[in-house]
């Protein structure tokens, strides 16, 4: 009966979603992993800036449509203003000799007018106090969640925010993991986490009381000028600074907030920034059950951004300049299903639950096909299903870490880590990349010879591009190099046929992951079998990403598995992640495999701050052929992108560097509704026959209990009461 109910509703019978919601402007997606950090002075992963680039505004931002990727305005009124000054204060002129340059400041003015998502941080009462900065034990009685305070209010963006923000890299409490970059150029930095870390001290913060006033400690690398304006003053000349002035660790963050949520009993019941972001962004975070659901609404205090006017020659044919100049976002809501397994999600995405899906192993054959030009299209079944295919060559990198900490792969004393050196090449040689794009990623990617991608100043491609530890050019292309080879340097690093040489042990190697699917079984199998060519045992140590996080930054993993996606589109970026004072145990940086080379760490000292060109060509050769030798990473592989999108989601243009563009997507909630009724109607007519037979079977038993019934009447029919006596009865 409720099928039948279901089939004759408005609603399909197996919706995973109320059928209120059924034609609403709601995009529907999924995630696999939930995300650990929401606080933007700490995230740095791929999973956290799906939501933290829609709710916090940094200055600036790419532009959605153009190539190659340009950089705008997002809550900064105009570009920054960069000014270059000498030892003495005196200010130089734009093309001076970088040799001269001492401090670089930016000047940086925001539009007026912004306001922040409601929060109970900003409620006042009446008198003008605030409502929540003050809790005590009993005010938190009823309180389990963020909307649980019944009070919240608002007030304008201000330079300060910015300011508060860059302050926080050096809160002693949060590890920043830019901070030790950021040391290095924003000036007073470094001493300010000194300054910061003594005040603690003194005031004996405990970790769950770490408030700590950030306005009351002056920072000379980040000044307001006025209520609209403020000021960033880095060392040298630094080009790609601008480009991080569109990450969310330059978002603005309030001092209301961050006194809000240090206050005692609240991060037991997870009211945290880390939990309930505070932004002045398009969406803000109005639901958190992350091993369920996520949902992002419309923030109705968004500043009304327009969509692009313009973009690339093709784009208006394309049906991407349709919006242009119209208020954002179109989308009202987004709504997040936690979905750990691949293939579930596809069959949701089948069904029209989900408005986009990557594509896996499983069903990659199902939805692309190959042209005869080498081109990917869609199948002819997901033509039927107005499914459209949209590809992107990714600027990132996927790669297989050494932590060189460890004795056996880092090695110790200089004898040790020549053997692991001769250790890590072996493998290299070893794990065959090409057959794993091949099988494991249908062909979407492209083996990698270095840890710069293709698309990124500094990349080459033929023969100057291969890694010749690896690689042999042959008959123009590269060729991987036989198995014999790395047996021979294993036997030099002393692991004779896998064996320990010393102690005759089989030499067994720990290979941390973040916890998979049953899908991904296959390719931890394929792995263990390509450390087996060289008679090594692979023992695969699966968790989930956030402990994972905590092992690889306390240095407790051996080998594991990464990747890493541009921040921007700068060799700087990539060579970055194995810069020795970015390692990841001890400084909190992002050298995950906490390399250390003294001749690497002096070239990028000098590279980092050149302007692309034929001498930052030729140090960046040098820095890749070092990074080749010593073989920190499996190299792995750079990706191809492929994203099947349905015909009712619309405005889409891919874009890996850019991460705030739900503000931009378009749903045709009508359209989805319809379609969702026609690919999922219920077959009924199993379940009616099912019910029929079930009924026919009922009719002999009906027809025994009443021949029972029956028969038992007749019988009672010739008994009579027993009476008592008209004696008795007296």
Known sequence: MVMLVSACGGNPWNSPYPAADAEKNILYSAFAERPKHLDPVQSYSSNEILFTAQIYEPPLQYHYLKRPYELIPSAAAKMPVVQYFDQNGEQLKDDVDPAQIAYTVYEI????????????????????????????????????????????????????????????????????????????????????????????????????????????????????????????????????????????????IPWEAERFYTQPGLAEKNITLDWYPVGTGPYMLTENDPNRVMILERNPNFHGETYPTEGMPDDEE????????????????????????????????????????G????????????????????????KQQGIRLETAVAASTNYMGFNMLDPVVGGVGKQGRVAARKLRQAISIAVDYEEYVSIFANGRGIPAQGPIPPGIAGHREGKEGINPVVYDWVNGRARRKPIEAAKTLMAEAGYPNGMDARTGAPLVLYFDVTARGAEDKSSLDWMRKQFQKLNIQLVV?????????????????QIFEWGWNADYPDAENFLFLLHGPQQKTGSEGENAANYSNSEYDRLFEQMKNMENGPERQHIIDRMVNILRRDAPWLWGYHPKDYGLYHAWYSNVEPNRLSHNNMKYYRIDGSLRAQKRREWNEPVLGPITLVVVVLLASLIPAVVVYRRRERSAGISNSGIQPLLPSPAHRE
Do not use: C
């Open 109 to 252: 003015s925001i539009k007026p007018g912004i306001r922040y998502q409601p929060h109970p941080a900003f409620a006042r009462n009446e008198g003008g106090e605030f409502f929540y900065h003050a809790l005590e034990a009993k005010d938190l009685a009823g309180v389990h969640k963020l909307s649980d305070f019944p009070h919240s209010g608002s007030r304008e963006l201000t330079a300060q925010d910015y300011v508060f923000q860059v302050k926080r890299l050096a809160h002693p409490k949060l590890h920043s993991p830019i901070f030790s970059l950021m040391s290095d150029y924003i000036v007073g930095l470094k001493e300010y986490s000194a300054t910061l870390q003594a005040a603690a001290g003194q005031s004996g913060l405990s970790d769950k009381d770490a408030y700590l006033d950030l306005n009351s400690f002056p920072l000379e690398g980040a000044q307001v000028v006025d209520t609209h304006t403020y000021r960033i003053k880095i060392k040298g000349k630094y080009p790609q600074f601008m480009y991080w002035l569109a990450m969310p660790f330059f978002a603005p």
């Open 318 to 357: 394309a049906g991407l300049l349709k919006d242009a100049g119209k208020p954002l976002p179109f989308v009202e809501k987004v709504v997040f299903s936690r979905d750990k397994e691949s293939i579930p999600r596809w069959n949701k995405f089948l069904q029209g639950y989900y408005d986009a899906s």
């Open 359 to 382: 594509i896996g192993s499983d069903s990659f054959d199902q939805a692309v096909q190959l042209t005869g030009q080498g081109e990917a299209t869609v199948t002819e079944a997901m």
């Open 541 to 557: 140590r699966s968790t989930d990403y956030n402990r994972f996080q905590d092992k690889i930054r306390k240095g407790n993993a």
